[in-house]
């Protein structure tokens, strides 16, 4: 695609190349936004995973924690 437009004489080359450059930065811009709300995305995921194994380990040393106070208790 670069090469064609390149090839072209020099009347049609600048108006091609501006036109492939902003094409060129749309194209980026719309990648580099796709990537930043998938690593977003993923980061949330694992963020969720972490805060249900957090919990599950809290919930674990709570039981185990209260389990002995009761038997103090009784």
């Given at each position: 695609m670069v090469i064609i437009f390149h090839q072209h004489p020099m009347g049609h080359e600048t108006k091609n190349k501006t036109a492939l450059y902003s094409f060129h930065i749309a194209f980026?811009?719309?990648?580099?936004?796709?990537?930043?709300?998938?690593?977003?995305?993923s980061l949330l995921?694992?963020?969720h995973m972490m805060m249900k194994l957090l919990r599950?380990?809290?919930?674990f040393v709570n039981s185990n924690d209260t389990l002995p106070s009761n038997d103090v208790e009784k």
């Open positions: 980026f811009s719309l990648l580099h936004r796709a990537i930043h709300c998938l690593t977003i995305s995921t694992m963020n599950e380990i809290l919930a």
